[in-house]
Nanobody
Framework: VQLVESGGGLVQPGGSLRLSCVAS????????MRWYRQAPGKERELVAG????????NYADSVKGRFTISRDNGKNTVYLQMDMLKPEDTAVYYC??????????WGKGTLVTVSS
């Protein structure tokens, strides 16, 4: 099983980034996919989640209206479009695949830094 995130980097406040997470080794279309983030000195927090077929989506209050999660089951990929970025969005972003407690996988993360 592999989850590989990409798309992180340095961006100025107000800018945009698009994160991608490519999955392999499991049946992607049957898993809930989520993006989490962990800022320095803070606990990991859920940013956004999308159901297996993309019907149900949820966001943390802190990113509502700025971030958009989507998935392409044909490409085994989940995306996080991040707009109007703020310095407090600086964190390592992780994608996760969840089906059950025993079937919960994590990527290694991609660093997003929002700074002028």
């Amino acid at each position: 099983v592999q989850l590989v995130e990409s798309g992180g980097g340095l961006v100025q406040p107000g800018g945009s980034l698009r994160l991608s997470c490519v999955a392999s080794g499991f049946t992607f279309s049957t898993y809930v996919m989520r993006w989490y983030r962990q800022a320095p000195g803070k606990e990991r927090e859920l940013v956004a989640g999308i159901s297996s077929l993309g019907v149900s989506i949820n966001y943390a209050d802190s990113v509502k209206g700025r971030f958009t999660i989507s998935r392409d089951n044909g490409k085994n990929t989940v995306y996080l479009q991040m707009d109007m970025l703020k310095p407090e969005d600086t964190a390592v972003y992780y994608c996760s695949a969840f089906r059950s407690a025993a079937m919960h996988y994590w990527g290694k993360g991609t660093l997003v830094t929002v700074s002028s």
